[in-house]
């Protein structure tokens, strides 16, 4: 789903003077397990409403992970096993996505940001967490960790969607901003249709609902199918995708705090060639936004550092999921000499937003 970010012709950069993590070929392993074709465990977090979450191994810290938007647990599907193998890993899917149920709200950062602590609360999921955020989902944990840090014993975000990285962007390309109404306003005709609606190889279709994806089995590919073309799938990417650059990333700017000594790894893909008309000045400008923006993040902790994963794209956790079990193993052991919580803290919910 995170091709739908594609209007805005970002692109990934290369940090020239930040470490670089030499990689194998991409990865071309399929993601086969039958967990991403059924609910693992439905946790009710408010009355009538439900998030699925699958956990798997033992110990802490327990490392959570949030996928990019409109995407399902599905995408973690080479990381989580291995990570597994330490200790404790979570994935889980948004309101609306994978097999959780939709939610009545905005798919704000921070509504994110609360339907996670409420389900890690309901499930008892031991602390701390160390938090893996892809794109947009880094945006998310990256808000998680400003609202809760005393939680929070590390980061790694993988190839992540800075929160003023749209805006900026639109300002010195405003062609590509130009794009940006039409598409969402194209959009509506996919939350005016029906399932039946979508017909094989009908441009309703391949607008609205992702092709099979040849990283993931069959089983898996037809379950994405039949429940891409529901309302409450269809509603919650749309909305998360309307929000992504404006309300959720005004959330994530204005709780900007010092992480202090928090273990942080920053992941990012080598830079993609001149996209459309730009001119190569443009394209270097946008590369160096995107080091400006992500030596930020990192500089959030004192222990912050990019790395840039070659042979990889967006997608890192798929191209390159050795690349990222490394980083998180490395934040877990990271964590030894850091405080664990007593207990989980009555911390309190925010407000729906």
């Known amino acids: 789903m995170e091709m739908r970010f594609t209007h805005l012709m970002i692109p990934s950069v290369i940090l020239s003077s930040i470490g670089h993590v030499c990689a194998a070929e991409k990865n071309t392993t399929i993601i086969d397990n039958v967990a991403y074709t059924q609910a693992q465990r439905l946790v009710s977090i408010e009355q009538g409403r439900r998030l699925n979450i699958y956990c798997t191994g033992r110990g802490t810290p327990t490392v959570i992970f949030d996928s990019g938007l409109g995407d399902s647990m599905k995408v973690w599907g080479l990381v989580q096993p291995a990570v597994s193998a330490v200790t404790q890993a979570c994935s889980y899917d948004r309101a609306g996505l994978g097999f959780s149920d939709p939610s009545l709200w905005p798919g704000t950062s921070a509504n994110i940001v609360g339907d996670l602590h409420r389900l890690l609360r309901a499930a008892r999921i031991e602390l701390p967490y160390i938090l893996v955020g892809h794109s947009s989902g880094g945006m998310n944990v990256k808000l998680y960790v400003e609202t809760y840090l005393s939680q929070v014993a590390g980061m790694v975000l993988v190839d992540p969607s800075p929160e003023d990285l749209g805006t900026m962007m639109w300002a010195m390309d405003p062609a590509s901003q130009a794009t940006y109404a039409p598409y969402m306003e194209s959009l509506q005709q996919c939350l005016r249709a029906t399932p039946s609606d979508f017909a094989p190889e009908s441009e309703l279709l391949k607008k609205c609902v992702p092709g099979p994806d040849p990283r993931y089995s069959a089983a ?103 690349v990222v079990t490394d980083a998180i193993l490395e934040v877990v052991r990271a964590t030894s000499d850091r405080t664990k919580p007593a207990a989980h803290p009555k911390a309190a919910v925010p407000d729906r937003q």
Do not use: Y
């Open 220 to 322: 898996i590919n037809a379950v994405e199918l039949e429940r891409g073309k529901q309302h409450g799938h269809l509603s919650a990417w749309i909305s998360e995708q309307q929000q992504v650059w404006f309300t959720s990333a005004n959330q994530v700017r204005a709780g900007h705090r010092s992480f202090g000594d928090l273990p942080l790894i920053v992941l990012i893909h080598p830079p993609f060639e001149r996209m459309g008309s730009e001119t190569q000045e443009l394209r270097d400008e946008k590369n160096q936004l995107w080091i400006r923006l992500d030596n930020e993040t990192a500089a959030m902790s004192s222990r912050g550092t990019v790395r840039t994963v070659q042979n990889s794209g967006h997608n890192i956790q798929l191209d390159q999921p050795q």
